[in-house]
């Protein structure tokens, strides 16, 4: 599974952002060899070791936090 | 039951404790480590049941903190142009990719939204996904690219953003 596609099964929606990508790219050819690098990290696959991670981490993680324990991380995802 | 005034109040009060949490002494070496903000602007695409119209451009910031390695709460508003709203987002994201890579990742995320204008109501609570993506590390650090998607559950109307973001440092 791609992050394109899990975003467009979480909206249920047609993946706009591909959309958008592929729209510029044709209108403005020039722009190709900036946008489809990006496109290609946008499309690359999401490992289902973690997925599985995620699962079993959040309840330690929750417990955690609870008990005033944090351990920040640095995610450009939550920037967005 | 809490109306639906209430809701958002809630969600704050949610956020500033977890704010508030990281901020007390002990709890972390550096407050800077964890809360975050950043400014930029999305392109916006709205879609489902009853939308009015179907894209904007917005302007806004956003505020988190990174709780642990896959979760952080967060908070959003952003002021679309072309119809003079306020939109905003407050919620949780949970990281499902790799956690010790700053650059790339990618999340699911459950918040609770709301706007300025009737078009974009009810305030809801709406699960989504995104992805961020600092296209260059070393010459633009502050600089991320991402897009994200999210699924009113009681609209059924989904909100949609390509975005860019400057992190504005905060020491």
Redesign the interface.
């Known amino acids: 599974m791609t992050l394109l596609e899990i975003i467009t099964r979480a909206a249920g929606a047609e993946a706009n952002v591909e959309k958008v990508f592929h729209d510029i790219m044709e209108k403005f050819p020039d722009t190709a060899p900036q946008l489809e690098p990006i496109l290609a990290k946008f499309g690359a696959d999401v490992a289902p070791a973690n997925l599985a991670a995620l699962g079993a981490a959040i309840p330690g993680e929750l417990l955690n936090i609870g008990s005033g324990k944090i351990e920040p991380r640095d995610h450009a995802g939550d920037a967005i | 039951m809490k109306s639906h005034a209430e809701k958002p109040l809630l969600l704050l009060a949610l956020i500033l404790s977890?704010l508030a949490?990281?901020a007390?002494p002990?709890?972390?070496a550096d407050l800077s480590?964890?809360v975050?903000v950043?400014a930029?602007a999305n392109?916006a695409?709205f879609?489902?049941p009853g939308t009015v119209f179907p894209a904007d451009v917005e302007v806004g910031g956003?505020a988190?903190?990174?709780?642990?390695?896959?979760?952080?709460v967060?908070a959003d508003g952003f002021y679309g142009f072309s119809h003079s709203y306020v939109r905003w987002d407050g919620g949780v994201?949970?990281?499902?990719?790799?956690?010790?890579?700053?650059?790339?990742?990618?999340?699911?995320s459950l918040k609770y939204r709301g706007a300025s204008i009737r078009e974009l109501k009810p305030g809801e609570w709406a699960?989504?996904?995104?992805?961020?993506?600092?296209?260059n590390p070393t010459s633009w650090p502050r600089i991320?690219?991402?897009?994200?998607?999210?699924?009113g559950l009681q609209s059924n109307r989904?909100v949609?953003y390509?975005?860019i973001?400057y992190?504005i440092p905060l020491k």
Do not use: M, Q
Not at chain 2, 64 to 72: D, G, I, K, Q, V
Not at chain 2, 144 to 151: F, I, R
């Open positions: 977890a949490l990281v007390a002990g709890h972390c480590e964890s975050h950043a930029g392109g695409w879609d489902g956003v988190w903190a990174s709780l642990s390695p896959h979760l952080s967060f994201k949970a990281t499902i990719t790799d956690v010790d890579n700053p650059n790339l990742s990618s999340y699911v699960a989504g996904a995104g992805i961020g993506w600092k296209p991320v690219l991402g897009a994200d998607a999210a699924y989904v949609s390509a975005a973001r992190l």
